[in-house]
């Protein structure tokens, strides 16, 4: 069993950054593929960024691949999302996700999931 936290969400403008947080407690972190899904009203949880356990290899959807960065300190028990040129769409509730020993990017690879935290992009 794993339990997730997420913070760094907030308010920010059309092209600055936000950096997400998520750390984790209970089983060793090492042992979780991580992930980061996000959903906006009205539509489905959409994958954002995945993550190997070691950190060696990353993926992400298209619709952010080159402004945001998923990283992990596996001694921090944290995973990370460098969020940058944001944009209006972007806006949404950010999940951290884990999962034993693999990598997925559809949210039904994941057990465990956090509460979420708000991130809100204005134009």
């Known amino acids: 069993q794993v339990q997730l936290v997420e913070s760094g969400g907030g308010l920010v403008q059309a092209g600055g950054s936000l950096r997400l947080s998520c750390v984790t407690s209970?089983?060793?972190?090492?042992?979780?593929?991580m992930g980061w899904f996000r959903q906006a009203p009205g539509k489905e949880r959409e994958f954002g960024a995945a993550?190997?356990?070691?950190?060696?290899?990353?993926y992400y959807a298209d619709s952010v691949k080159g402004r945001f960065t998923i990283s992990r300190d596996n001694a921090k028990n944290t995973v990370y999302l460098q969020m940058n040129s944001l944009k209006p769409e972007d806006t949404a509730v950010y999940y951290c996700?884990?999962?034993?020993?693999?990598?997925?990017?559809?949210?039904?690879?994941?057990?465990?999931w956090g509460q979420g935290t708000q991130v809100t992009v204005s134009s």
């Open positions: 996700a884990a999962q034993a020993w693999v990598t997925g990017t559809s949210p039904d690879e994941y057990d465990y």
């Open positions: 209970g089983r060793t972190m090492s042992s979780y593929g």
């Open positions: 993550i190997t356990r070691s950190g060696d290899s990353t």
